[in-house]
């Protein structure tokens, strides 16, 4: 790589990973010129240095938010490793039923942190209609569970709050029952549907920022995300989460990532081969 190349290649090295959290080693650099060549070019600009210098200086926020949307890893599937989901239906909401009746509960908040195009928090908001529906309760209805969803790409987040979906979306890890109750199929698209939507509040948010506003949550999902993150921010960020959740309050990473300093802030629980962590308070 040229001494002019590397310069601008550390220069977006360093505004990626302020800017959405993400550290790109050296060995990345064929990353940045894959995802950013495309911009590159529409903007102008001759190099990544001079790139870099018309987003940050020149504050082209329309340009930083596609390039935050082209680097962003927007991997995601329906029901994503299927535990997390065992663990809501078998242990979380009988628990959660019987606190609505003896009056010790009114609502439950969920956070689905890194929500991608929206599949994750929709999958917990079928699942928790499905087993109201299926176990005959009637006396809790879903508007009792709030799901708030959020992503640092404007572009996923509009996705997800259209909630429609392509044939190929539809295959990745979607089973055929809940397709068939919870979509509306039009031409090739699947629409989910509104009843479900509307248990949803998705906005964009940067996981680097202050969550104290968001009050408290029961549940965060926050899953195959900090994997990305230097291991300072890592930390920073699940700490942060530890303060957001609840007496009791539960935590969802992915199956394959590796925590190993929750013991400062976290219990290790363990259900059906899935695991999940429980705050300490």
């Excluded at 999902?221 to 300072?232: G, H, K, L, P, S």
Aim: charged content about 30%; hydrophobic content about 35%; overall charge positive.
């Amino acid at each position: 790589m040229a001494s002019t190349d590397l310069k601008g290649f550390r220069l977006i090295q360093e505004y990626i990973e302020k800017e959405c959290g993400i550290h790109l080693g050296d060995d990345k650099a064929y990353l940045i010129e894959g995802r950013l060549g495309r911009l590159l070019a529409e903007s102008g600009a001759r190099d990544f240095e001079e790139f870099y210098y018309r987003i940050h200086q020149q504050r082209d926020r329309a340009m930083a938010e596609k390039v935050i949307d082209a680097i962003t890893t927007n991997e995601t599937m329906w029901f994503r490793d299927k535990t997390p989901w065992k663990v809501l239906e078998e242990v979380l909401l009988p628990n959660f039923v019987e606190q609505f009746r003896a009056g010790k509960r009114f609502r439950v908040r969920i956070w689905s942190a890194a929500c991608s195009t929206g599949q994750e928090p929709y999958s917990t908001a079928m699942c928790i209609e499905r087993y109201l529906r299926e176990h005959g309760i009637k006396d809790i209805t879903t508007d009792r569970f709030e799901i708030f969803a959020t992503d640092i790409s404007p572009a996923v987040v509009q996705l997800a709050r259209l909630g429609r979906y392509d044939s190929i979306s539809m295959i990745r890890g979607m089973d055929e029952s809940y397709k068939a109750k919870y979509f509306r199929q039009e031409g090739r698209i699947w629409s989910i549907d509104e009843r479900i939507k509307k248990m949803i509040r998705f906005e964009r948010f940067n996981l680097q920022d202050e969550y104290s506003t968001f009050g408290q949550f029961d549940i965060i999902f926050c899953r195959y995300v900090t994997i990305y993150f230097a291991e300072t921010l890592k930390r920073h960020v699940l700490q942060k989460m530890a303060r957001s959740l609840s007496r009791d309050g539960v935590l969802f990473l992915g199956n394959s990532e590796i925590y190993t300093d929750y013991r400062d802030h976290f219990n290790v629980k363990e259900h059906m081969g899935g695991i999940y962590y429980t705050v300490k308070r």
